[in-house]
């Protein structure tokens, strides 16, 4: 019975674990959750997961939620993942814990909070909050900073010294591309000071290719539907008549 | 070289690493790093964790923090901590990650903003904010009734229906634990109607005695 994979292409994690399967070879059935339209309230996902978040799993009768449980899972399971991605090696393995925890509780909420609270909020039935952007926008700063000194500190490819991606560059990555969704003047602003985040962020794209922009395609049509209306809400920029 | 392990009893992820070192006889030195007091940010600390944050440990020359990555690695280093703290199985241990996982983006939020904004953050140096306890105290019981209904299903004594208690188990329950520094009426209120919740807090107690009431005397 092949793995199920529940999710929404517009969700940061859901990604994550698209494009671990994808690269891997992991044979999936992906069942669209549009979280826009509220599919993860209906009873038949609330079988599969009674507090309705995407990405969720189903292998055989197991059932699993939260991405990083599931990449951990994933690797570990599944023989064809190549060992990088999750190493048997326990220091190796408990740094990757410490970056995806922090990830939890920094880079998350501050990237995933300044862009609900800039642009996401009215597809998601709420309102853009200024105050909470303004908030999220220092926790997303500081990440960023934290990110560009210690987990990418000295030379190499990857998160923690590393010259292979595990699942932690992955989940991070397709979390930082969220911020796509952004006007491009707002996200060049955020980013610029992040020279090795940029490198980071491109050598990942690479290592995962094509399926990472694949897995991407949907927010990227986002983008360019955000971009296309903030164009036409600028002033002086109205069509001829 | 001995375990060392930095901390703040103060600090509900530090008091879970050291009980899980002291119930499974792992040896360690406790170097005391007093938040109250800035400690985490002197020169000497920042040696050993750039962060700035508690707990952290240094095995040899191996330095880790994190508090659930530091459980998971200590479980799966130190041949004396028995299986149920970090089960050998791939799909219990997938579900103690999950529940790890939630508790950093549910109950943590909801547990420790609330006490920070009620009681807490003029001893840190900062200052109460009333609407950010109020956003902190939805989250809060919102957490209490998911682990009440969801991940307490059931008749077990602990988390994800084990009859055995788990790094989840002690990491989720020291958290709770923090809300002890509030008004008692108001705890009180905040938790009459988890009764498994309260259950399950009392039976991660007995489990880990006496070291759990010892190393909560700080708190």
């Known amino acids: 019975m092949k793995l199920k994979v529940y999710a929404d292409r517009m969700s940061q994690p859901s990604r994550a674990v698209i494009i671990f399967c994808k690269v891997n ?18 009873p038949e996902f609330k ?57 939890h509780t920094n880079l998350r909420p501050g ?29 997303l700063t500081k990440s960023l900073s934290t990110l560009e000194t210690f987990w990418l500190k000295g030379n190499a490819k990857f998160l923690l010294g590393s010259n292979q991606p595990s699942i932690a560059d992955l989940s991070l990555v397709c979390e930082l591309m969220q911020l796509q969704v952004l006007d491009e003047k707002d996200r060049l602003r ?13 050598n990942t794209r690479k290592a995962t290719q094509p399926h ?4 991407h395609k949907t927010l990227y049509g986002a983008k360019d539907k955000f971009d296309k209306q903030r164009k036409m809400s600028k002033p002086g920029l109205q069509s001829k008549m």
């Open 25 to 42: 070879g992991i044979e999936f059935d992906e069942v669209l959750i549009i979280l826009a339209k509220r599919q993860q309230f209906s």
């Open 47 to 103: 079988e599969i997961n009674p507090l309705g978040k995407v990405p969720s799993i189903v292998d055989g009768r197991f059932k699993l939620f939260e991405s990083h449980t599931i990449l951990i899972y994933l690797a570990s399971a599944f023989p064809s993942v190549a060992d990088h991605w999750y190493p048997n090696d326990l220091s190796k393995r408990a740094k990757i814990h410490s970056v995806l925890d922090w990830h």
């Open 111 to 139: 990237a995933a909070g300044y862009v609900m609270n800039t642009v996401l909020a009215p597809f998601l039935g709420r309102s853009l909050d200024s105050k909470a952007a303004a908030e999220a926008e220092k926790i």
């Open 190 to 202: 955020l980013f610029s000071p992040y020279k090795k985040v940029e490198e980071w962020i491109e």
């Open 212 to 215: 990472f922009d694949v897995v």
